[in-house]
């Protein structure tokens, strides 16, 4: 079975551009997650969905991130304008319904550097 | 508010010896999922063992197993038998009520022969 499917898996990019990084879920899971992670704060979520509706985006840093699930098998996030801070590892993840007591699985992760 | 707490960095054990990697948690809401990740070298998060809140007994996988005190709110993990290939960040996590999965801060383990 494919597993949670992100691309790109490396990005470099200059400060101000557009980054888009994308997420196809694991077919069947209703819930997708997107963490970052960082060696100063470590795995923060971001943002997660539940049938394709964001439930919580408490996460989200400001405003130059954004999030959008227009369907079952397809999710992105988006940075613009990006900032060297915005230089992380960002996982997504999907899980079956009822995310307490079913486990989440994470994709290889999309590796953005901001320069 | 929902806490995950890894106090121990670092760890380092012998190839064949057991490892503890502790992990205590804070929850107000009465059913949740306790979990733990691996991460190694090649950053990819890996599911290694789930245990749910009202379970009675504790999770075993293979040579991982979940040490559950729930009056202790802890969720230890064991390895047994370490070897070389577990040397990687572990990472416990809490699902509560709310669904999301919330992460400690991790412990980076060694094995050395």
């Known amino acids: 079975d494919a597993g949670v499917i992100q691309s790109p898996r490396h990005e470099v990019t200059e400060m101000g551009q557009e980054v888009t990084l994308r997420c196809k879920p694991i077919?069947?899971?209703?819930?997708l997650f997107w963490y970052r992670q960082t060696m100063m704060r470590g795995l923060e979520l971001l943002i997660y969905?539940?049938?394709?509706?964001?439930?919580?985006d408490s996460g989200m840093p400001e405003d130059r991130f954004s999030a959008k699930m227009p369907n079952a098998s397809f999710s992105t996030l988006k940075i613009q304008p990006s900032e060297p801070r915005d230089s992380a590892v960002y996982f997504c993840?999907?899980?079956?319904?009822?995310?307490?007591?079913?486990?989440?699985?994470f994709g290889e992760g999309s590796w953005l550097t901001v320069v | 508010a929902q806490k995950i707490t890894q106090t121990q960095p670092g760890m380092f054990v012998q190839e064949k010896e057991a490892v503890t990697l502790d992990c205590t948690y804070d929850?107000?809401?009465?059913?949740?999922?306790l979990f733990w990740y691996k991460q190694p070298s090649s950053g990819e998060m890996i599911f290694l063992i789930y245990?749910?809140?009202?379970?009675?007994q504790n999770a075993t996988e293979g040579r991982y197993s979940l040490n559950f005190q729930k009056a202790r709110k802890s969720a230890n993990l064991v390895i047994s038998a370490s070897q070389l290939g577990d040397s990687a960040m572990y990472f416990c996590?809490?699902?509560?009520?709310?669904?999301?999965?919330?992460f400690g801060t991790g412990t980076r383990l060694q094995v050395f022969p």
């Open positions: 993840a999907s899980g079956p319904n009822t995310g307490s007591g079913n486990t989440i699985y």
């Open positions: 077919s069947g899971h209703d819930y």
């Open positions: 969905f539940n049938n394709n509706v964001p439930i919580d």
């Open positions: 929850t107000s809401d009465p059913s949740y999922g």
């Open positions: 245990q749910g809140s009202y379970d009675q």
């Open positions: 996590a809490m699902s509560p009520y709310t669904d999301k999965l919330i």
